[in-house]
């Protein structure tokens, strides 16, 4: 079975903070993904990286950045935290045209 | 730019009834792929059902079964014999053929089966 896996399922952090979003795949999988997923607006890609050290902006990448130093691991990464920045964020990879997705992070930003 | 567009927040049905989400896209392109996908609560979304655009035949697995209709862009997803476990979010979603795989979701139905 496909594994990704998010270092947190909850994390609570204060304005202005510098937050990591951890995930990790076991498949080998080239592709890996990040979206925030709201109510009502569904799931909307902030980055993607398809090899290491490889990253393009999704749809909405204003306010994050992410790094990939190794095939398995795709960080996310709040520079400085804000309130608009509530959300739950979910990680995936893909092989061939199916994507596995993670537990997901809730991030509350107060 | 693709859209998609799910026009059921809510939906609500009994145990072993059928019921049918709706989904429209919207896309300029010929080769591409639809799904949906399952998230149930506090739980991992999973992959139910994907459907590629040059097939005509209507994807089935198990109970769930799409109505994929190219021309009308529109891509409904069945269920029928419903049951307790089928309730979650469902999201459907657009990915352009040879491209990075991008999905586009649209914004999900919630569905509750009660008992």
């Known amino acids: 079975d496909v594994k990704v896996t998010q270092s947190s399922r909850y994390l609570v952090k204060r304005t202005g903070e510098k937050v990591f979003l951890e995930c990790v795949q076991d498949m080998d999988h080239e592709n890996m993904f990040w979206y925030r997923q709201d109510p009502g607006l569904g799931l909307r890609l902030i980055y993607f990286s398809y090899d290491v050290k490889m990253k393009e902006k999704g749809d909405i990448p204003e306010g994050y950045s992410v790094s990939r130093e190794k095939k398995e691991r795709f960080s996310l990464i709040l520079e400085s935290a804000s309130t608009n920045q509530t959300s739950m964020y979910l990680c995936a990879s893909s092989y061939m045209d199916t994507q596995y997705f993670g537990p997901g992070t809730r991030l509350t930003v107060l | 730019a693709q859209t998609v567009t799910q026009s059921q927040p809510e939906m609500s049905v009994q145990e072993a009834e059928t019921v049918t989400l709706s989904c429209t896209y919207d896309t300029s392109e010929n080769n591409y792929y639809l799904f949906w996908y399952k998230q149930p609560p506090s739980r991992q979304m999973i992959l139910v059902i994907r459907?590629?655009?040059?097939?005509?035949q209507n994807a089935t697995e198990n109970r769930f079964s799409v109505n994929f209709q190219k021309a009308a862009k529109s891509f409904s997803l069945k269920i029928s014999d419903s049951q307790l476990g089928d309730t979650a979010m469902y999201f459907c979603?657009?990915?352009?053929?040879?491209?990075?795989?991008?999905?586009?979701f649209g914004q999900g139905t919630r569905l509750t089966i009660n008992p």
């Open positions: 459907q590629e655009a040059y097939k005509q």
């Open positions: 979603a657009f990915m352009r053929g040879g491209g990075a795989q991008k999905l586009v």
